[in-house]
């Protein structure tokens, strides 16, 4: 067991210096002028360019660059965004509570109908409802999300005027952030006794496309899994036995099965958070929700290096870190697994 | 090899959803080979006057079938020229990301030792990352462009390979007939793309549909993203993007591609799906 723990942490910490160098060779590798890159200016002066030279610490050897890069990544520092001059921290900790919030509620909507789903597709199995639930899903796993945001706000912005088009919440609020996450930060005692319940509405209204858009492939990626998991548990003997037993055809799906078809899905439900990234990246473009992935195009787009540079390693730690712990919590939540890797 | 093709054969047609698939798959194929013979206009030949038409719309003596862009082109025309870079985009993904991966995959299954866990490390390295976001880095590295996008693309979409193919081989490597084949003397690399290729074919196929797919809705991504092709290329993700501001006005501007990159993912998909189910015998003793 420990040494399953420890292959893993190992693992998990090759993968982040490896990103780390990918993430520090990439700005080495732009065309161009990596000083004049990073400080985002053309023209200076020869002692001005000596001078970011050395601060930058681009005058020493590559590995010695790379140490110190590390060493600043570890102490938080990712460098200066060359589009605001605030650093880069500071700037995907501002957004940082935008994409949560989304990619929560985004994954609660997917989750919330794709298990009901897979369930009935798998009891249902090869009627119409499989069928059709099934050929949805794999409508929904092909979809292109960014062409289904914007047909969303056809049909319900501009057709019905039920949901607005863009933002997190309507401009008259005022809300002060505690959290971040508008949903609680709206509920807060001041904000209810100041607006009453307008706010909340209103930034649940705002999340409505952004979150149906963002959960659409995760919907269609957990159902199909919860689909197959539970038709490989209900061929188990132990659910012949339930039924023969004369157990209600409910009690042996909901008690018998749920719970052991749960493993796979649970699973599945965690690795699909590399998924949400990438849909927060567009969904974020459409609806031009204020988080990092919005933040991570618009500094492309401005070549903005050192943001680029230091929100791709933010984001690719969170996934290894989450990917790592999922791959533990599925040894811990699985019995067999745990008894497999102590003999 | 001839009677193993044969039952492949036999195993599809037994899935409606493969042979639906595969049906409009064949159908987009023709479609962008044949796309210079039935379209009306060059892609990028711009009508003058005749701005944001509607689908069906007459304009002096032009007819639009599907209606015109911002500048004035013939939607149909640029939908069927973006059908040619989308299978440019397809095959190029798939046939970069299949052969470096099966190669990879082939030789770190067989030798396995320092090789393989380089590899393997490598791949796993490539999956940390979501794709867009990989994709991105790429780009960001590369500059925006068509060219540099297929790459992104078949990078990420590497892994998917290697990590199958050396599966397959690790399975296949140790049964009597590649013994057989050692006892006869036959060389390693005879016994890896001679004897060990030939029974991947199946999976590979399983994968290089699914590959298209990803690879069409990833490219497509990133030219909505302004990262991918850039206009006038007609691509559909560019082509969307540029139609996204006419959304409330013109929707048919921002549909048509949707739709059709909707439609080549779905088939695609729906293809390696029932392709994979009908070759599961998993699956397929279940009944």
């Not at chain 1, 008259?172 to 904000?191: F, M, N, Q, R, W």
């Not at chain 2, 990028?44 to 509607?54: F, K, N, S, T």
């Not at chain 2, 892994?159 to 007939?177: G, W």
Request: hydrophobic share 55%; glycine share 8%; with cysteine.
């Amino acid at each position: 067991m420990f040494l399953f723990f420890s292959k893993k942490a190992l693992d998990m910490i090759l993968t982040l210096v490896g990103i780390t160098f990918v993430c520090f060779l990439m700005i080495r590798m732009v065309p161009g002028d990596p000083i004049l890159l990073m400080i985002g200016e053309r023209n200076i002066d020869k002692a001005a360019y000596e001078e970011a030279k050395h601060n930058l610490g681009l005058d020493k050897p590559v590995m010695l660059q790379f140490l110190d890069y590390v060493k600043k990544v570890i102490q938080g520092d990712l460098g200066t965004s060359i589009v605001s001059k605030a650093p880069v921290w500071e700037e995907f900790k501002e957004r940082f509570p935008a994409t949560l919030e989304l990619s929560l509620v985004g994954l609660f909507f997917a989750t919330f109908l794709a298990i009901p789903f897979g369930i009935l597709a798998a009891v249902k199995k090869n009627t119409f409802f499989d069928y059709f639930l099934m050929g949805g899903s794999l409508a929904g796993y092909s979809m292109p999300i960014f062409w289904w945001g914007l047909a969303l706000i056809l049909i319900f912005s501009v057709h019905l005027g039920i949901t607005p088009v863009s933002g997190r919440i309507a401009i008259e609020y005022d809300v002060p952030l505690a959290t971040g996450l508008y949903l609680l930060d709206t509920l807060s005692k001041e904000v209810r006794a100041a607006e009453g319940f307008a706010p909340f509405w209103s930034a649940l209204r705002h999340l409505i496309l952004p979150s149906i858009v963002l959960g659409t492939i995760p919907l269609a990626i957990i159902a199909r899994m919860t689909r197959s998991s539970f038709l490989e548990v209900l061929s188990e003997d132990y659910i012949r036995t339930a039924r023969a037993k004369g157990m209600s055809e409910s009690k042996v799906i909901f008690v018998h099965a749920f719970r052991n078809a749960l493993i796979p899905i649970v699973t599945t439900l965690a690795l699909c958070f590399g998924s949400i990234i990438t849909g927060a990246i567009l969904t974020e473009t459409i609806f031009s929700w204020p988080g990092i992935g919005k933040w991570i195009v618009a500094s492309l787009t401005s070549r903005d290096y050192p943001a680029i540079q230091g929100g791709i390693l933010i984001i690719a730690f969170i996934i290894v870190v989450t990917n790592t712990l999922v791959d533990i919590i599925y040894i811990a939540l699985n019995p067999r697994m745990k008894s497999a890797l102590l003999t | 090899m001839k009677e193993y093709f044969s039952d492949l054969w036999l195993d599809i047609q037994k899935n409606k959803g493969a042979v639906a698939g595969l049906l409009f798959v064949l159908l987009f194929m023709i479609l962008a080979i044949i796309a210079p013979l039935i379209s009306v206009y060059a892609p990028d030949q711009v009508i003058e006057g005749a701005l944001r038409l509607p689908p069906g719309s007459r304009f002096q003596e032009h007819f639009f079938i599907l209606g015109t862009d911002d500048i004035g082109r013939d939607l149909w025309s640029r939908l069927l020229y973006g059908a040619r870079v989308s299978l440019l985009v397809g095959l190029s993904v798939v046939f970069i990301s299949a052969g470096i991966g099966t190669t990879l995959g082939l030789l770190s299954g067989y030798y396995g030792g320092w090789l393989d866990r380089i590899v393997i490390r490598l791949m796993d390295f490539v999956m940390a990352l979501p794709s867009v976001l990989f994709a991105i880095v790429i780009v960001a590295v590369l500059g925006p462009g068509l060219l540099n996008a297929i790459l992104a693309v078949s990078i990420v979409a590497l892994p998917n390979f290697t990590r199958l193919i050396r599966a397959q081989v690790l399975a296949e490597k140790n049964k009597p007939y590649v013994q057989a084949a050692h006892l006869y003397g036959a060389s390693s690399l005879r016994i890896l793309f001679k004897e060990i290729l030939p029974n991947c074919i199946a999976p590979l196929i399983v994968q290089a549909s699914l590959g298209f797919s990803d690879g069409v809705l990833n490219c497509a991504a990133l030219g909505f993203l302004g990262l991918g092709a850039q206009a006038p290329t007609p691509e559909w993700g560019t082509m969307l993007s540029d139609a996204r501001s006419y959304i409330e006005t013109s929707p048919w501007m921002v549909n048509a591609p949707g739709i059709c990159i909707l439609v080549v993912v779905l088939s695609f998909n729906l293809f390696g799906d029932g392709l994979r189910d009908a070759l599961d015998p998993r699956l397929k003793n279940r009944g």
